[in-house]
């Protein structure tokens, strides 16, 4: 597919944009597709000769941060003569675009609008409010011709005004970053900069008002067991000088000025914390915080509303965010990562394992690619007859996270999970040890590291945003398994009760039954026999253990486990077993050994009176659904 992005600036101007279109392009031509890009020109040129696929416009002059040049749509019209694009991609903000609306070649295309940013009216720049509204009137004339907009985080979409008219249109695609691009850095090379006495912190960014910086030398200065390296340049860099010098800092606070590429990685792999004090909606990603945690790095961020850092930075999985403008809280939290070296470890980890799952730019390029087409369908009048996305909600340790459609014949291993840190990641292990099995922790609102265990152990996780009890756990996990093309779901506990080992056999039953029960009569205390036995009356069942969680179930079952009726029911056992009966299901049982639970108690049988409350339930659900034919 033949396609012409039209950005901002291109490499080596510095910056996240630019850095992103970059890698972006470079994956879409290893797929077999022929980008090409129009920017605007800016210092320093690369000494090395442009490719022919990247156009460079001449600018006359900046305005509030805005390249501003009138030969820009005789460049266009080039553009498209020269390249004759399929697709127009427009990244925003950038005000040179809007000569598209103008131009017949343009309006021809189909458009993509990658938002990077809204444009924000800021408190801290008066010139940026008096010049909005104008610009808002071509911006909204360029959403309205858009076929679809590309948002970068769904929290920004949430708090975007300005994409409000046109969310029916808005896909969110995180941004991505090309792997190749921050190479592995030898242990050590980069630690002159820094002082072994001291915290290692790094902050990159343009030295510009929302980037909040001056809340971090202040921050970093209040504290001796810090160091901080600022790395960029921009029009607050005297201030800030001003700041440290004020300080008294000088002996731990550099700014760095800008760097190459490689020594910006060197930099990034040999730091100990990355710091993003933002104090505006302006930033709406922070690319950088990717970048470092492919290098394993803790993340501290500002907790700002409606940006896109709280999708990349998590609060308590990979990063900590802390008060915007508050420097004792950001000096509080340097210095307990600073007191505590395992936190630190683990925080990088956990970004590390999610920017190998969800953070590579090829996956980015196959969505816009899906996207490109949709979009050609649309503006041929045939929208109806698209395909649906590849992965339209993509995994990873929350729904809406990057990642891609299982292959068909994968069976994927659901475990719901509530503070079982101590052993969860033994059982993940030996689940893993089968091929073809893809292992799912539905975190029920866990207190302890559950879920950083999980991810640790190689298992995507989803956190439910209330607590929903096992079976409402597993019914999110059946969900998660249709919605990505797996071939059935096996469920157990993940107090360690139930052997990974015995999976051969469940899935070796599953050849000629819907539904397969792992059972083990001989666990139950001589009440819960008598009770299976009356339940085994009620029901008409012929199986031994009824409330065994070591199951199977095909496509076919979970298609009926994830509807509204299947929502209705408390357990999974003898309700789910009665719906999947009455569906004509075939269900069969086959004998194994479980262990004892190795902590915790049971979420059901945890006191008399809920036993008393499940045999009730139980016993007039059977009731409900009794049939004398079957009998």
């Known amino acids: 597919m033949r396609i012409l992005h039209l950005g901002k600036y291109f490499p080596p101007s510095k910056g996240g944009m630019e850095r992103f279109l970059d890698d972006l392009v470079a994956a879409q031509r290893r797929a077999g597709d022929e980008p090409a ?11 090395e000769p442009d490719p022919p696929w990247l156009m460079r416009c001449p600018v006359w002059l900046r305005l509030i941060f805005a390249p501003l040049s009138p030969l820009y749509p005789f460049w266009l019209a080039r553009a498209i003569r020269t390249y004759r694009p399929e697709v127009l991609h427009i990244h925003m903000p950038n005000v040179s675009p809007f000569w598209a609306l103008l131009l017949p070649g343009a309006r021809r295309l189909p458009w993509i609008v990658h938002w990077h940013s809204d444009v924000e009216p800021s408190k801290f720049k008066r010139s940026l409010r008096l ?29 975007s005004k300005a994409l409000v008219p046109w969310q029916y249109k808005c896909h969110v695609v995180p941004l991505g970053v090309a792997p190749e691009r921050l190479p592995e850095i030898q242990a050590g090379d980069g630690d ?48 800030l000088e001003a700041v440290v010098a004020q300080t008294g800092a000088w002996e731990h606070i550099t700014l760095a000025g800008e760097l190459d590429d490689a020594a910006l990685c060197r930099m990034l792999a040999s730091c100990d914390v990355l710091c993003l004090p933002s ?21 501290v961020v500002s907790d700002l509303p409606g940006s896109g850092m709280a999708y990349v930075a998590r609060q308590g999985q990979n990063a900590i965010a802390v008060r915007v403008g508050d420097e004792s809280a950001w000096t509080a939290a340097l210095e307990g990562l600073a007191r505590h070296p395992a936190q630190r470890q683990i925080l990088g980890q956990l970004g590390r394992e999610r920017f190998a799952r969800e953070f590579d730019v090829a996956q980015v390029a196959a969505r816009l690619h899906w996207l490109y087409q949709l979009a050609l369908r649309m503006r041929a009048g045939d929208a109806a007859h698209v395909d649906a996305a590849p992965s339209d909600e993509l995994p990873g340790d929350d729904a809406g996270e990057a990642g891609s459609a299982a292959p068909a014949a994968r069976l994927l291993a659901v475990i719901p999970a509530l503070n079982e840190a101590a052993c969860i990641g033994e059982v993940i292990a030996q689940v893993r040890q089968h091929t073809g ?11 302890d590291d559950t879920a950083a265990v999980a991810i640790l152990n190689g298992a995507r996780v989803l956190r439910a945003p209330l607590w929903q009890g096992a079976w409402g756990a597993i019914q999110t996990g059946i969900r998660y ?57 009620l029901t008409g069942f012929g199986i031994e253990d009824l409330t065994s969680g070591f199951r199977y179930y095909s496509a076919r079952a979970c298609r009926i486990l994830q509807t509204r009726e299947a929502t209705l029911l408390d357990y999974q056992d003898i309700g789910v077993l009665l719906l999947l009966r009455s569906a004509r ?11 004892a639970r190795r902590s915790g108690a049971s979420r059901v049988f945890f006191s008399w009176w809920t036993v008393a409350r499940y045999m009730i339930e139980t016993s007039l659900l059977c009731l409900a659904r009794w049939d004398p034919r079957r009998r």
Not at 38 to 47: G, I
Not at 437 to 447: C, E, K, P, R
């Open 192 to 239: 002159a900069s820094w002082q072994p006495a001291r915290m290692r912190v790094l902050a990159v960014g343009r030295l510009t008002y929302y980037k909040g910086f001056e809340t971090l030398v202040r921050a970093v200065a209040a504290s001796d067991a810090l160091q901080l390296v600022l790395v960029g340049h921009g029009e607050e860099r005297a201030s």
């Open 279 to 299: 104090c505006e909606r302006t930033e709406a990603f922070g690319l950088v915080l990717v970048e470092a945690m492919r290098y394993g790095k803790p993340l």
């Open 131 to 159: 010049a909005y509204p104008h610009y808002r009137i071509f911006e909204r004339a360029v959403l309205e011709r858009a076929e679809a907009v590309v948002v970068t985080s769904p929290q920004y979409l949430e708090a």
């Open 37 to 47: 890009v129009l920017v605007h020109a800016h210092k320093p040129r690369s000494a």
């Open 585 to 595: 299901l075939s269900i069969a049982e086959v004998p194994v050994e479980m262990n």
């Open 437 to 447: 099995v893809d292992v799912l922790v539905v975190d029920d609102g866990s207190t």
């Open 481 to 537: 398994a249709l919605r990505h093309g797996y071939s059935g779901v096996v469920t157990l506990d993940a107090d360690g009760q139930h052997e990974p080992a015995h999976l051969p056999r469940l899935l070796e039953a599953s050849r000629t039954a819907d539904v397969v029960i792992a059972a083990c009569p001989s666990r139950g205390s001589r009440l819960r026999q008598l009770a299976w036995r009356y339940f085994r009356l």
